[in-house]
């Protein structure tokens, strides 16, 4: 749709002529953005950026400060501050115009279009983008729920939980044991749980190096599985215990009171508990009904719902085809979007999506590793077309500018994002 | 400023380190670098490489693409194209560009900062 005074006119009337809907700006198309990371931060800047002013921007983000999952591994492993991670909403309002709006949503009216804050605050949109994340699918593991993660962390969405996980690992007993319970594909940012189990061991190995690490993992394998191993082989010999599905890995139950782990029936006592538990889209999705099962449909062109043509969703909360979970994708998903519906509401030109991803990994000091890919939209699915893989055995030389790279990254994307 | 296709060897060893090794010598035919880009679509392009190379310019780890001379950009990325240049990532993005959307991005980019 080519956005002129008429389709203004003609649709949005009704819901501008509604008391409560805050529209400021009126006479101008209305793009609501749900959730300020790595997929909807992206998508307000470009559009915001690119329409020079045409389109009204709204992000909504509950945090004042986003702290990215993204190296949040190398704050545990002592690489980097929690400051590092950490990113404010300032550019965005002050620099692109974005009316950044720190509350949640509540609710999406997609008949009557409109976003409902917990605040009370109701905004009308034309296009709505919901990039909210993921959240923990319940009863996943049994013994765990949301009240029991200050003594067993997830550390899967990071600022205080990651701070606390830090806190509980430096506080080990000498000898002690950190367990992690990885969670089932699909979930967020694959080679995640065994980056994060390399930083713990990095840190264990300096401060406290007679200390093991259990992982009970429901897969048979992993992202990237050839290079932990080897890594872990190398780095931090007889440390760690990695149980797969075939030994019951994905058979376990905590008791959080006890701080106990029973793997396959077999009970352990442990002094750190990380768990991970099976993921879904962030609850706003399932509220706004764009989901089927945990995750939301989406046409691989433009990232828009299967169920309304109206709503985009990106990153991990959508179910789009091969590409993995993680900030590098959400954040290409969201130009694709972003172009798309730039298009739609002001008739600039529309170019055909481009996807790729990389994920580096950081396993000891200097050794990074990478794993990356380049994917195509086609009818069905965003289909993967071309990836490589860091290899085992390279040299240290490599391996140093690996992880140099993967710094460039992150202040790349986080420029990408917030700038 | 152009190019004939034997200045690719200099600059892609010049700016990447060692070339490939048993590959044969690059080319570039002089009418890739004649290609007028549009930078409009460079704009759309550009962002497949803004996830990683900063629109500021500046450079950590990741190297600088703002403010370079067309003809220099459109033979680095043909040099990876043509796995001259040797890192994986690059060798993938440059791999599926065609010679337009090269010249669309060296248009974009030169302008930037
Ligand atoms: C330990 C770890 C390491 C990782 N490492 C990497 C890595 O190296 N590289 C990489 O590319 N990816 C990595 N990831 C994955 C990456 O963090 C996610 O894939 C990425 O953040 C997804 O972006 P998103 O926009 O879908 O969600 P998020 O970035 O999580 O953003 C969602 C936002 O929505 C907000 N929100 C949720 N619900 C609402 C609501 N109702 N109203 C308003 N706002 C709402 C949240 O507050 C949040 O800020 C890692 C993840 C973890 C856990």
Redesign the pocket.
Same mark, same amino acid.
């Given at each position: 749709m080519t956005w002129n005074r008429r389709t203004f006119l003609g649709t949005g009337a009704a819901v501008v002529a509604a008391p409560h809907v805050l529209a400021e700006g009126q006479g101008k198309p209305r793009v609501v953005v749900? $959730?300020?990371?790595?997929? $909807?931060a992206t998508a307000a800047r470009y559009i915001a950026k690119d329409s020079e002013g045409m389109i009204d921007v709204t992000l909504?983000?509950?945090?004042r400060t986003?702290f990215?999952?993204?190296?949040?591994?190398l704050y545990l492993g002592g690489f980097k501050a929690i400051d590092d991670i950490g990113h404010t909403y300032g550019a965005l309002a002050a620099a692109h115009g974005i009316n950044v709006v720190h509350?949640?949503?509540?609710d999406v009216d997609r008949a009557g279009r409109t976003v409902t804050l917990a605040g009370g605050g109701v905004l009308g949109y034309d296009k709505l983008i919901l990039?909210?994340?993921?959240d923990f699918v319940d009863g996943a593991v049994e013994g765990w729920d949301i009240s029991a993660q200050n003594r067993m962390p997830h550390?899967?969405?990071?600022g205080s939980q990651t701070e606390l996980l830090k806190a509980q690992i430096a506080a080990m007993p000498e000898g002690g044991t950190y367990a992690m319970v990885a969670p089932p594909n699909p979930y &967020?940012?694959p080679p995640?749980p065994y980056? &994060?189990i390399s930083m713990v061991a990095h840190v264990l190995k300096a401060s406290n190096p007679t200390a093991k690490i259990i992982v009970a993992d429901p897969k048979p394998k992993f992202s990237k599985m050839a290079l932990f191993e080897e890594g872990w082989a190398n780095h931090y010999p007889g440390m760690i215990d990695w149980i797969g599905e075939e030994f019951g890995g994905g058979n376990v139950s905590v008791d959080p009171g006890a701080m106990t782990l029973t793997i396959d029936g077999d009970e352990t006592a442990v002094d750190v508990c990380n768990v991970i538990p099976a993921m879904k889209a962030? &609850?706003?999705a399932e509220i706004a009904g764009v989901t089927d099962g945990n995750w939301a449909p989406v046409n691989a062109a433009d990232m828009s719902s299967k169920a309304d043509p109206d709503v985009h969703v990106?990153?991990?909360?959508s179910q789009q085809g091969d590409m993995p979970?993680?900030?590098?994708?959400?954040n290409s998903q969201a130009k694709a979007c972003a172009n798309a519906v730039r298009g739609a509401l002001t008739g600039s030109k529309v170019f055909s999506p481009r996807y790729s991803?990389t994920?580096?990994?950081l396993i000891a000091a200097g050794d990074g590793v990478k794993v990356g890919a380049t994917y195509e939209a086609t009818e069905e699915k965003i289909a993967r077309v071309d990836g490589f893989i860091s290899q085992p055995g390279e040299s240290a030389e490599l391996r140093q500018a690996t992880y140099e790279e993967?710094e460039g990254w992150y202040a790349g994307i986080i420029a990408d994002m917030f700038g | 400023m152009r190019r004939a296709g034997f200045a690719l060897t200099a600059l892609a060893t010049a700016l990447a380190g060692s070339p490939v090794t048993g590959n044969e010598a690059p080319s570039l035919d002089p009418a890739i670098l004649a290609i007028e880009g549009d930078a409009e679509w460079g704009a759309y392009l550009a962002g497949e490489c803004l996830t990683c190379h900063r629109a500021d310019g500046l450079a950590e780890g990741i190297p600088r693409i703002t403010g370079w001379e067309p003809d220099d950009f459109v033979t680095a990325m043909h040099a990876y194209k043509q796995n001259w240049r040797t890192h994986p990532i690059m060798q993938m993005v440059a791999g599926r560009l065609s010679d337009e959307e090269i010249a669309a991005l060296a248009a974009y980019f030169k302008d930037l900062e």
């Amino acid at each position: 749709m080519t956005w002129n005074r008429r389709t203004f006119l003609g649709t949005g009337a009704a819901v501008v002529a509604a008391p409560h809907v805050l529209a400021e700006g009126q006479g101008k198309p209305r793009v609501v953005v749900i $959730g300020g990371g790595a997929g $909807g931060a992206t998508a307000a800047r470009y559009i915001a950026k690119d329409s020079e002013g045409m389109i009204d921007v709204t992000l909504i983000e509950p945090t004042r400060t986003y702290f990215s999952c993204f190296f949040s591994n190398l704050y545990l492993g002592g690489f980097k501050a929690i400051d590092d991670i950490g990113h404010t909403y300032g550019a965005l309002a002050a620099a692109h115009g974005i009316n950044v709006v720190h509350d949640w949503a509540v609710d999406v009216d997609r008949a009557g279009r409109t976003v409902t804050l917990a605040g009370g605050g109701v905004l009308g949109y034309d296009k709505l983008i919901l990039s909210p994340g993921i959240d923990f699918v319940d009863g996943a593991v049994e013994g765990w729920d949301i009240s029991a993660q200050n003594r067993m962390p997830h550390a899967y969405k990071a600022g205080s939980q990651t701070e606390l996980l830090k806190a509980q690992i430096a506080a080990m007993p000498e000898g002690g044991t950190y367990a992690m319970v990885a969670p089932p594909n699909p979930y &967020r940012c694959p080679p995640g749980p065994y980056e &994060r189990i390399s930083m713990v061991a990095h840190v264990l190995k300096a401060s406290n190096p007679t200390a093991k690490i259990i992982v009970a993992d429901p897969k048979p394998k992993f992202s990237k599985m050839a290079l932990f191993e080897e890594g872990w082989a190398n780095h931090y010999p007889g440390m760690i215990d990695w149980i797969g599905e075939e030994f019951g890995g994905g058979n376990v139950s905590v008791d959080p009171g006890a701080m106990t782990l029973t793997i396959d029936g077999d009970e352990t006592a442990v002094d750190v508990c990380n768990v991970i538990p099976a993921m879904k889209a962030g &609850r706003i999705a399932e509220i706004a009904g764009v989901t089927d099962g945990n995750w939301a449909p989406v046409n691989a062109a433009d990232m828009s719902s299967k169920a309304d043509p109206d709503v985009h969703v990106l990153g991990d909360a959508s179910q789009q085809g091969d590409m993995p979970k993680s900030a590098f994708s959400a954040n290409s998903q969201a130009k694709a979007c972003a172009n798309a519906v730039r298009g739609a509401l002001t008739g600039s030109k529309v170019f055909s999506p481009r996807y790729s991803n990389t994920c580096w990994s950081l396993i000891a000091a200097g050794d990074g590793v990478k794993v990356g890919a380049t994917y195509e939209a086609t009818e069905e699915k965003i289909a993967r077309v071309d990836g490589f893989i860091s290899q085992p055995g390279e040299s240290a030389e490599l391996r140093q500018a690996t992880y140099e790279e993967s710094e460039g990254w992150y202040a790349g994307i986080i420029a990408d994002m917030f700038g | 400023m152009r190019r004939a296709g034997f200045a690719l060897t200099a600059l892609a060893t010049a700016l990447a380190g060692s070339p490939v090794t048993g590959n044969e010598a690059p080319s570039l035919d002089p009418a890739i670098l004649a290609i007028e880009g549009d930078a409009e679509w460079g704009a759309y392009l550009a962002g497949e490489c803004l996830t990683c190379h900063r629109a500021d310019g500046l450079a950590e780890g990741i190297p600088r693409i703002t403010g370079w001379e067309p003809d220099d950009f459109v033979t680095a990325m043909h040099a990876y194209k043509q796995n001259w240049r040797t890192h994986p990532i690059m060798q993938m993005v440059a791999g599926r560009l065609s010679d337009e959307e090269i010249a669309a991005l060296a248009a974009y980019f030169k302008d930037l900062e």
